[in-house]
């Protein structure tokens, strides 16, 4: 099983970025699907995630700029930031709950980083 995080670049302030993670293998059920990130000297913090059912969350600081949303017949969830910030700049880093064929519970995936730059 691995996820594949697409999407990331430099952009100016205010411009637009889609981030893309995609699950691939042997995958019986996907539960939650989030993204995070992590500034230079900073920690890992939540962006967004949402449930099976659609039901999302996302942190203070990017809500009404950024959208999370799933598309589970690709296996995939998007993260559609809007109105990027200097402040945006991170390595972001897609997780999902996903239950491999063959064991019997869900387990904690991460795709590797894609860098976000929001410069002029």
């Known amino acids: 099983v691995q996820l594949q995080a697409f999407g990331g670049g430099l952009v100016q302030p205010g411009r637009s970025l889609r981030l893309s993670c995609a699950a691939s293998?042997?995958?019986?059920?996907?539960?939650?699907m989030g993204w995070y990130r992590q500034a230079p000297g900073k920690q890992r913090e939540l962006v967004a995630n949402?449930?099976?059912?659609?039901?999302?969350n996302n942190a203070d600081s990017v809500k009404g700029r950024f959208t999370i949303s799933r598309d589970d017949s690709k296996k995939t969830a998007f993260l559609q930031m809007n109105s990027l910030e200097p402040e945006d700049t991170a390595v972001y880093y897609c997780?999902?709950?996903?239950?491999?064929?063959?064991?019997?519970?869900?387990?904690?995936?991460w795709g590797q980083g894609t860098q976000v730059t929001v410069s002029s």
């Open positions: 997780n999902a709950g996903i239950w491999p064929i063959g064991y019997r519970t869900y387990m904690s995936y």
């Open positions: 293998g042997s995958i019986f059920s996907i539960h939650d």
């Open positions: 949402i449930s099976r059912s659609g039901v999302t």
